[in-house]
């Protein structure tokens, strides 16, 4: 049996509380002043799901006629909703792997540091979303941005290698090969990761 709907059960418990006044015999009685939650109002009034935000936020950041600030602000919406593990799941669904490390490649950096910083923050003990980064080729590019002069997307792309290949052996695998090749490293091997990330790190 499906679990109900957490933010329908919500306004369920909201309206019996809420009605509880129009059956009391105490006429003195205060009424619920319990509010509803966002998301209970959006499940009310049809309000933007986080669904529909990303692909807003994508879309932002894709535009031509958005300037570098307002894509900035953008990405970082981007980057704070993908913290939710569903809403990093959702990304395939919603074809934004494609569109987000095709970004790596951009020419403004700015943009290629919060692409790499999103997938970091989308892979971080995802394994689904692990996979997702591999299969649309983010690492042979994560590997290139982690060899930047500069500071901060170097960081960036170092962070979302780190998340990448930890506990996920194909993603490792991936960025051996993507690195030059060499041994095999076990992606269960915490110092192994950390010393090959102290390496890429410089």
Known sequence: MANPDPELSNLLKWGIE???ITTTDDPSAKPPTRPLDPKTLAALFGGPSDADLMKQSMA???????DLENKLV???NFEQLIENLDNANNMGALELWTPLIG???HEEKDLRRMAAWCVGTAVQNNPQSQERAMVSGAL??????AKSEDQQLRRKACYAISSEIRNYQPGMDAMVKALGG??????SDMDAVDE???????
């Not at 932002?60 to 958005?66: G, Y």
């Not at 060499?182 to 992606?187: C, M, N, Q, V």
């Not at 090959?196 to 410089?202: C, K």
């Open 196 to 202: 090959m990330m102290s390496r890429l790190r410089g």
């Open 182 to 187: 060499g041994k095999k490293i076990d992606a």
């Open 60 to 66: 932002a950041i894709l535009s031509p006629d958005i």
């Open 140 to 145: 042979p590019k994560l590997a290139a941005l």
């Open 74 to 76: 953008a990405f970082d």
């Open 18 to 20: 809420n009605s509880s």
């Open 103 to 105: 970004l790596l490649d």
